[in-house]
């Protein structure tokens, strides 16, 4: 009697810990959950105002959760239809390998655009450069010449040099505006030139001769930049073929051996080493696009 009283009150007790540890797990996801999704809110918003999207942050992770939901729902759909050794757990891990991999896919394709969207701008700063400098040889003033840049009609640059136009007109000074610029687009070469103009308004130097040596500096750097490009072609190529050649080892093991595979889904052991193996070769892609990568 004392026996089975003493169970019972140990059963009573498990369940009461298991039910607390299950309200902590949860109460910690939550809050861990709440805190990743703020800062992915945050992070978004700067990257839509970098490429002047008007759309709100929350769409784009409504967006990523439903796009996540709906490969994962594919893929499993797909694996379904052409495999002949059905599996819950190979299911369940094709469809959690689809999520991962396509869950961070908008915000990269908004950090694309932000890129191609500041290359776009360090290529018509040379321009600018020139056309600045011919407006100060004209007898205009720098504010003047960054008006003759705004009204044209380049997108990027003259929505920026507009942007900043309409910040000195506010009466922010012109030293102040050419920061929140700089701080804005992240680009090295204007921030040489913001760096130039604010040296040239403080020891009185040259401006037009110094917007002539930028210009060519900067089409020196572009040069060097897509002659690098042009050398490191192969390795990126090679980044990306080491990147997929597991998976589609992986895709063509299934077909060829279904069994050797299934020994792989349908253990821990296997999983693991599956894991394993996806996290050595985005280290090895990662490692390799690093080298690849050649800052000047």
Same mark, same amino acid.
């Given at each position: #009697?004392?026996?089975?009283?003493?169970?019972?009150? %140990?059963?009573?007790? *498990?369940?009461?810990?298991v039910m607390?540890?299950?309200?902590?797990?949860?109460?910690?996801?939550?809050?861990?959950?709440?805190?990743?999704?703020? @800062?992915?809110?945050?992070?978004?918003?700067?990257?839509?105002?970098? /490429?002047?999207?008007?759309?709100?942050?929350?769409?784009?992770?409504?967006?990523?959760?439903?796009?996540?939901?709906?490969?994962?729902?594919?893929?499993?759909?797909?694996?379904?239809?052409?495999?002949?050794?059905?599996?819950?757990p190979k299911?369940?891990?094709?469809?959690?390998? %689809? %999520?991962?991999?396509?869950?961070?896919?908008?915000?990269?394709?908004?950090?694309?655009?932000?890129?191609?969207?500041?290359?776009?701008?360090?290529?018509?700063?040379?321009?600018?450069?020139?056309? #600045?400098?011919?407006?100060?040889?004209?007898?205009?003033?720098?504010?003047?010449?960054?008006?003759?840049?705004?009204?044209?009609?380049?997108?990027?640059?003259?929505?920026?040099?507009?942007?900043?136009?309409?910040?000195?007109?506010?009466?922010?000074?012109?030293?102040?505006?050419?920061?929140?610029?700089?701080?804005?687009?992240?680009?090295?070469?204007?921030?040489?030139?913001?760096? *130039?103009?604010?040296?040239?308004?403080?020891?009185?130097?040259?401006?037009?001769?110094?917007?002539?040596?930028?210009?060519?500096?900067?089409?020196? @750097?572009?040069?060097?930049?897509?002659?690098?490009? %042009?050398?490191?072609?192969?390795?990126?190529?090679?980044?990306y073929i080491?990147?997929? #050649?597991?998976?589609?080892?992986?895709?063509?093991?299934?077909?060829?051996?279904?069994?050797?595979?299934?020994?792989?889904?349908?253990?821990?052991?296997?999983?693991?080493?599956?894991?394993?193996?996806? #996290?050595? /070769? /985005?280290?090895?892609?990662? /490692?390799? @696009?690093?080298?690849?990568?050649?800052?000047?």
């Amino acid at each position: #009697m004392m026996l089975e009283y003493g169970q019972m009150i %140990a059963s009573l007790c *498990a369940g009461v810990s298991v039910m607390f540890a299950t309200l902590v797990i949860v109460e910690f996801a939550s809050f861990a959950s709440s805190r990743y999704k703020e @800062r992915y809110l945050r992070d978004t918003a700067v990257e839509l105002d970098d /490429v002047f999207l008007q759309m709100p942050a929350g769409r784009i992770f409504d967006l990523t959760i439903a796009l996540s939901g709906l490969s994962a729902f594919i893929s499993v759909i797909i694996f379904g239809l052409s495999s002949t050794s059905w599996s819950w757990p190979k299911a369940a891990f094709i469809a959690a390998m %689809a %999520a991962v991999v396509t869950f961070p896919a908008p915000r990269l394709y908004l950090k694309f655009l932000g890129k191609r969207r500041l290359e776009k701008f360090n290529e018509q700063l040379e321009d600018a450069l020139n056309s #600045m400098s011919s407006a100060l040889k004209a007898g205009f003033s720098i504010n003047q010449a960054i008006e003759v840049i705004a009204s044209e009609n380049r997108n990027p640059i003259s929505v920026e040099f507009r942007l900043l136009l309409q910040e000195i007109r506010l009466g922010v000074p012109l030293e102040q505006a050419l920061e929140n610029m700089v701080k804005r687009l992240g680009s090295e070469d204007f921030e040489l030139v913001a760096t *130039a103009i604010l040296t040239a308004r403080q020891t009185g130097g040259e401006l037009t001769v110094i917007f002539e040596r930028l210009a060519g500096m900067i089409r020196e @750097r572009m040069r060097i930049s897509g002659k690098l490009r %042009a050398l490191t072609a192969q390795g990126r190529l090679q980044s990306y073929i080491v990147g997929a #050649m597991p998976f589609l080892l992986m895709i063509v093991m299934n077909y060829i051996a279904p069994d050797m595979m299934s020994a792989f889904f349908n253990s821990m052991a296997g999983i693991l080493l599956i894991l394993g193996a996806v #996290m050595l /070769v /985005v280290m090895g892609f990662l /490692v390799i @696009r690093k080298i690849t990568n050649i800052d000047i």
